[in-house]
């Protein structure tokens, strides 16, 4: 991955682009997405005769997410077909199931990091730790790794595995990474952008990289899937981060000022030390101090933090929406170069 040595970035300025491309990605692929939960629910069923254990593994397949995962991954698939000409339908059923196994290792993740954070709530509802034994939670999300794993097995393809086993690999490095902190500014923001590739990028990168690797794409097809979904991946995690400083739990569907009530410095916090040192000590001590939270929330938004970080959301989406242009033209083409307007102007 490539790493940043600065956190010194210019302002932002204007959209991503000075024209809109009339292609909505999630209309495009309305029937695609249709029955996604529903074939991930049918999936995890048959898997069990405990219907606790799949009751508490499908709580978070209950059709309210964005299912950007299984969208993105789903038109690269298609944008890479048309692109090479290929035809096949088993190809595309295969590509459909990495777009239903992406899905299913990010919920997975969620139901991990819940019981991790100890969270309330989330899209909205009571978190599933809330409702559930926290050791019967943990093991639903080993389920459900356990449930995806049969389904990358069942594709008989050996670099599509080695492909999406990295995405676990990166998902344990990336939690252990947010355990810690880095004492020098440089340092922590690269610590930061790793850990965000890992725990976010690395899942949409090696999914739309497997579905280039089903469609027998060559090397150079596979390094722009996998590009893009990195490029896409990274945006989509800084305007998060730049989310829980100003959007309402209403509309996120989670508590706001949720990261730094967890001890994590994220792009906002890392951006407005520039200006204010004095956040420094209270990141090493992971905002444990009475008071800490909100100070560190007010010197953000008094800071340059949220603007920089939209910046370097941007740039993020510009590379993304340059590499999907070296894609052959067609709708899916097109809704690729959306997906990065989506991604910035997003609002939860």
Known sequence: ???????????????????????????????????IYDDIRQ????????PELDSIASYYFDGQGKALRPMVTLLMAKAIN??????????????????????????????HDDVIDQSDCR???????VLFNHKKVTMAGDYILAIASIAIARLKHDDVTISLSKILTDLVQGELMQLGSKETENERFAHYLTK????????????????????????????????YGRNIGLAFQLVDDLLDFVSTAETMGKPTAADLKLGLATAPVLFACEKYPELNPMIMRRFQEPGDVEKAFELVHKSQGLEQTRF?????????????????????????????????NRMK
């Open 1 to 35: 991955m490539r790493e940043y040595s600065s956190v010194h970035t210019q302002q932002p300025a204007g959209p991503v682009r000075d024209y809109q491309v009339q292609v909505d990605p999630y209309i495009l692929l309305e029937d695609e997405l249709k029955f």
């Open 43 to 50: 999936l995890l069923a048959n898997g069990t005769k405990q």
């Open 82 to 111: 048309y692109h090479i000409q290929n035809k096949e339908n088993s190809i595309l059923h295969n590509q459909r199931q990495v777009a239903l196994i992406s899905e299913m290792i990010h919920s997975a993740s969620l139901v």
């Open 123 to 129: 899209r909205g509802k009571p978190s599933v730790n």
């Open 196 to 227: 965000t590739y890992r725990k976010t990028a690395s899942l949409i990168a090696n999914a739309l990289k497997a579905v280039a690797l089903l469609a027998n794409a060559d090397e150079n097809i596979s390094e722009i899937a996998f590009q």
């Open 312 to 344: 370097l959301a941007r740039k993020h989406c510009i590379e993304a929406i340059r590499l999907a242009q070296e894609l052959a033209e067609s709708p899916y083409q097109k809704a690729l170069v959306v997906v990065g307007d989506l991604v910035l």
